[in-house]
């Protein structure tokens, strides 16, 4: 998450998160497990993700100020050419 809000590798960032959260089951399991005090499935960790990071707001501040920064980088080899 501090890549991601330090505006650093921000695609790789995306797909990392990604991974960790493909890791987890998509829905709870069904048996009970009183002894794991961690996320349970994959909703869990997006709502963990989201309440102490705020991730919504900071991947979409940083996709935004990602996509500016390409299409100056476009922009700029336009007028070059």
């Keep these: 998450m ?6 650093q ?8 998160i990604r991974e960790i959260c493909t890791q987890f089951s ?3 399991p069904i048996h009970h497990m009183s002894r ?3 996320p349970l499935n994959r909703i869990s ?3 963990i993700l989201e309440t ?7 991947i979409t501040e940083s996709l935004c ?4 920064n390409t299409r100056r980088y476009q922009e700029g080899r336009e007028i070059e050419n």
Excluded at 9 to 16: A, F, P
Excluded at 65 to 68: E, N, P, R, W
């Design 9 to 16: 590798h921000v695609i790789i960032s995306l797909k990392q």
């Design 45 to 47: 960790v997006i709502n």
């Design 52 to 58: 102490q990071h705020s991730i919504t707001q900071v």
């Design 65 to 68: 100020h990602y996509m500016d």
């Design 36 to 38: 794991i005090s961690g």
């Design 2 to 7: 501090n890549e991601v809000k330090r505006d």
């Design 26 to 28: 998509e829905h709870a």
